[in-house]
Each structure stands twice: as C-alpha cells, then as structure tokens.
C-alpha cells in the first residue's frame, strides 16, 4: 500500500544571507527546512544552485529526469540551477523531517518559483 502524502506546506527559516564578494550580483543563503510528518512542498524550480544535507528524519526529493532519491539523516545532495523540483517530501508520516540547505542565487533572485510560473522557466 502506498503512502498518502498530507498537503501540509513546509516550514523555512532564513539562517543567513550573505553577498558574495568574489561573486558580483551573486548571494549565499542558508536555511533550515523543517517538514512535519507527511509534509510536502508544491513542484517548484529554484533559479540558483542547492546544497541540501539532512539534520534529522528522512526526504524524498524528485528533480526533472530523474528517479526519486530517499535522503537520510547525514546525507546531502545538489540541485542543478533552474531544473524543475517534482518531489519534495518528508518520507515518514510519523516523524520530523529537517534539512540544512545553501543556496545560491542572484541578488534579489526569489530562491523558489513554482512549476508553471511565468519565470520558473517550466
């Protein structure tokens, strides 16, 4: 039997946002990523690079053209700029799920547009 997923949104929290000076027009951003149980986020594309790593619980994350990959706590990924994001979700309907993610974008750049948003390039 599959998992229902529940449609609860995600809960972000900016750490740190950082220009870069060898970077003209290019910004650091840090932030924490909770999920409760069965939470999930809406298909999306992040215009920048992602460094994600899990801090606690588990995620299952989708991008464009590839299979969804189960992360677990101490295992980190990258997000290729501007490639659609179809998964992203706690994997447990039970327990918490927490991520560490930097990202990288323009200054001013929105670090997330949904999928089908007339500038998310989908």
Same mark, same amino acid.
């Given at each position: 039997?599959?998992?229902?997923?529940v449609?609860a949104?995600?809960? &972000?929290?900016?750490?740190?946002?950082?220009p870069?000076?060898?970077m003209a027009g290019? !910004?650091?951003?840090?932030l924490?990523?909770?999920?409760? +149980?069965?939470?999930?986020s809406? +298909?999306h594309?992040h215009?920048?690079s992602?460094?994600?790593? &899990?801090?606690e619980?588990?995620? !299952?994350?989708?991008?464009?053209?590839?299979? +969804?990959?189960?992360?677990?706590k101490?295992e980190h990924w990258?997000?290729? +700029?501007?490639?659609?994001?179809? !998964?992203?979700?706690?994997a447990s309907?039970?327990?918490p799920a927490?991520?560490? !993610?930097l990202?990288?974008s323009q200054?001013g750049?929105?670090?997330?547009?949904?999928?089908?948003?007339?500038?998310s390039?989908?």
């Amino acid at each position: 039997m599959g998992q229902a997923t529940v449609l609860a949104e995600d809960s &972000v929290s900016v750490l740190m946002k950082q220009p870069l000076t060898d970077m003209a027009g290019k !910004v650091a951003t840090v932030l924490s990523l909770d999920y409760a +149980p069965g939470a999930a986020s809406d +298909p999306h594309v992040h215009p920048g690079s992602v460094f994600a790593y &899990v801090l606690e619980g588990a995620v !299952v994350t989708q991008v464009e053209g590839e299979q +969804p990959m189960t992360y677990t706590k101490g295992e980190h990924w990258y997000e290729s +700029p501007k490639k659609p994001h179809l !998964v992203s979700r706690n994997a447990s309907l039970t327990e918490p799920a927490k991520l560490l !993610v930097l990202l990288l974008s323009q200054e001013g750049e929105a670090l997330k547009v949904p999928v089908n948003a007339p500038d998310s390039g989908k």
